[in-house]
C-alpha cells in the first residue's frame, strides 16, 4: 500500500477513530522511547520488557483498528441519549441508555467520558465483530472503538450509519 493512500485512508477516519489511533500511536511512541533507555540505563533486559510489551499492545491495537476500518468492519451507531447512570460516590457515569430505532442500548464507559445529558446525540463507533450482549431487554455494549457525544439533537436522517 502507498503512503499517499494511507494518508487517504487516515484522514477518511471520523474524528473520534483518528483521536483513538493518534493516541495508541503515540503511547507505542513513548514505549519505544522508554524502552531505549531502558536498555541504556540498565544492564539487563528485565527492566526493559515492560515497555516493549506495552509498546506491541499499543502498535496491534492501533493496526487492529485501522484495518477494521479499512476493511469496512467498523460502523457507527447513533442515537439519543435516554438516560444516564452514575457511581454511588464519586459520580462518574456508570452507563448510558441510548435509544436507537426503537432500541435501548446500555454502553458501559470504559474510559472516562464527556459530560453526557439526556437529550445529547451520542455516536459509538465499533466493529461488527465486538460483542452485543442481552440483558432485561436491553442491548448491551461492553467493547467499543470510540464515543462522542454532541450536545442536542442532531439528526442524520438516519440513526444507524454503516462506515
Not at 507505542?28 to 539487563?44: D, H, P, R
Not at 442481552?134 to 440513526?159: H, K, M, W
Request: aromatic content about 10%.
Amino acid at each position: 500500500m502507498k503512503l499517499s493512500s494511507l494518508r487517504e485512508q487516515f484522514f477518511s477516519l471520523p474524528e473520534p477513530l483518528r483521536r483513538v489511533l493518534v493516541f495508541r500511536l503515540l503511547a507505542a511512541l513513548i514505549s519505544a522511547i522508554l524502552f531505549i533507555v531502558c536498555m541504556i540505563i540498565s544492564t539487563g533486559i528485565r527492566l526493559a520488557i515492560p515497555p516493549l510489551i506495552s509498546m506491541v499492545y499499543s502498535l496491534f491495537a492501533g493496526s487492529v483498528l485501522f484495518s477494521d476500518w479499512a476493511s469496512g468492519n467498523c460502523i457507527c451507531l447513533r442515537g439519543t441519549c435516554s438516560a444516564i447512570e452514575k457511581t454511588l460516590f464519586r459520580r462518574r457515569t456508570a452507563a448510558i441508555y441510548v435509544s436507537l430505532e426503537g432500541r435501548i442500548i446500555m454502553i458501559r464507559p470504559t474510559f472516562p467520558v464527556p459530560s453526557v445529558h439526556t437529550g445529547d446525540t451520542v455516536a459509538i463507533y465499533l466493529s461488527r465483530h465486538f460483542p452485543v450482549y442481552e440483558r432485561d431487554g436491553l442491548q448491551v455494549i461492553l467493547r467499543y472503538y470510540a464515543l462522542s457525544v454532541t450536545p442536542g439533537f442532531v439528526g442524520c436522517g438516519r440513526a444507524k450509519c454503516v462506515i
